[in-house]
Each structure stands twice: as structure tokens, then as C-alpha cells.
Nanobody
Framework: QVQLVESGGGLVQPGGSLRLSCAAS????????MGWYRQAPEKQRELVAV???????NYAESVKGRFTISRDNAKNTVYLQMSSLKPEDTAVYYC??????????????WGQGTQVTVSS
């Protein structure tokens, strides 16, 4: 059993900042990619940022220069530092991870989501 637990969402004014965290726990052997996706009302879920186990990163064009993804491998945790937030960043943000569990299978897990609302 593996869980991804997100925290850090909330309401912020345009131009403000938030930091999301996602901690993985359970029967984990090794974690490969970790990433963040978001889904706004009536829109498809989209990739925001992803980071490999070696620290390579990839961002959606819409967040480049404003968001920074990082991870702490010792804590099995991924972070998303969001700055210069815009109303169009409003969405439910989901943590995602490809990992190998102790039984040997490689599985993709999702967190439960955390709401980010950017509004004045």
C-alpha cells in the first residue's frame, strides 16, 4: 500500500506565492519520476512539472520561470514552489509518482489533490 499526501494549497492573491508538498509513504522500494498535474473546472488534467530521480526537470510552458519543482529523496517528498501566481493557475493540483513497490511491481500513484485558488 502506497499513499501520496499533498499539502500547501489555499487561497492566494494574484502575484502571490504558495508551496505545495507531497509525501510518499508505504511499501516503497524506489521512486522514479515525481510530478505535479492540475485540473481546472471543465478542463482536462495537464502536466505542470515533473522531476526525475536524478533531478532533471520539465515544465509546462505556462509555468516556466514562475514555478520550481524539487524533491527530497531522503523524505520521499516532492515540492512545487509557485510564484507570480495568476488567476489562470486556479485548479486542483495533483501529485503523481512512478515508483516500484516492495513486491517488485512498478505502479503510477496519484495523490488526492489540493485546491489552489488565485483570486483578489
Amino acid at each position: 500500500q502506497v499513499q501520496l499526501v499533498e499539502s500547501g494549497g489555499g487561497l492566494v492573491q494574484p502575484g502571490g506565492s504558495l508551496r505545495l508538498s507531497c509525501a510518499a509513504s508505504g511499501s516503497i522500494f524506489t521512486i522514479y519520476n515525481m510530478g505535479w498535474y492540475r485540473q481546472a473546472p471543465e478542463k482536462q488534467r495537464e502536466l505542470v512539472a515533473v522531476i526525475s530521480s536524478a533531478g532533471s526537470t520539465n515544465y509546462a510552458e505556462s509555468v516556466k520561470g514562475r514555478f520550481t519543482i524539487s524533491r527530497d529523496n531522503a523524505k520521499n517528498t516532492v515540492y512545487l514552489q509557485m510564484s507570480s501566481l495568476k488567476p489562470e493557475d486556479t485548479a486542483v493540483y495533483y501529485c503523481n509518482s512512478n515508483l516500484r513497490v516492495t513486491s517488485g511491481a512498478t505502479v503510477r500513484y496519484w495523490g488526492q489533490g489540493t485546491q489552489v485558488t488565485v483570486s483578489s
